[in-house]
């Protein structure tokens, strides 16, 4: 599977952006995609997951109310809608694919169980 995330850029505090993750050379009918993000400095943390069988969704506490992942089954594409944004949400984007059962992937916090990863996209806010 190859990922390929897109959609970054800079907006002020309080706008919106919306991330996409095309995917290619495999279907992601039967995987778990999660977006994650990176600022400088720090670790990469998990931010919002969708399980592509059953539309589950999970997210971090920090964006509940604010971010929306979703999916395109004809697109094999995965978004994540972020309103609201905040200057601490900048960082670099990255998302992931999955094989690992869902409840096994929320035990581990997501991102130790993903296969596959796309290359970031930036995302700045400024205040």
């Known amino acids: 599977v190859q990922l390929q995330a897109s959609g970054g850029g800079l907006v002020q505090a309080g706008g919106s952006l919306r991330l996409s993750c095309a995917a290619s050379?495999?279907?992601?009918?039967?995987?778990?995609v999660g977006w994650f993000r990176q600022a400088p400095g720090k670790e990469r943390e998990f931010v919002a997951a969708?399980?592509?069988?059953?539309?589950?969704?999970y997210y971090t506490d920090s964006v509940k109310g604010r971010f929306t992942i979703s999916r395109d089954n004809a697109k094999n594409t995965v978004y994540l809608q972020m309103n609201s944004l905040k200057p601490e949400d900048t960082a670099v984007y990255y998302c992931?694919?999955?094989?690992?059962?869902?409840?096994?992937?929320?035990?581990?916090?997501?991102?130790?169980?993903?296969?596959?990863w796309g290359k970031g996209t930036q995302v700045t806010v400024s205040s």
């Open positions: 992931a694919a999955a094989r690992l059962g869902w409840g096994e992937l929320i035990a581990i916090d997501f991102i130790q169980g993903m296969d596959y």
């Open positions: 050379g495999r279907a992601l009918s039967s995987y778990a």
């Open positions: 969708i399980n592509w069988s059953d539309d589950n969704t």
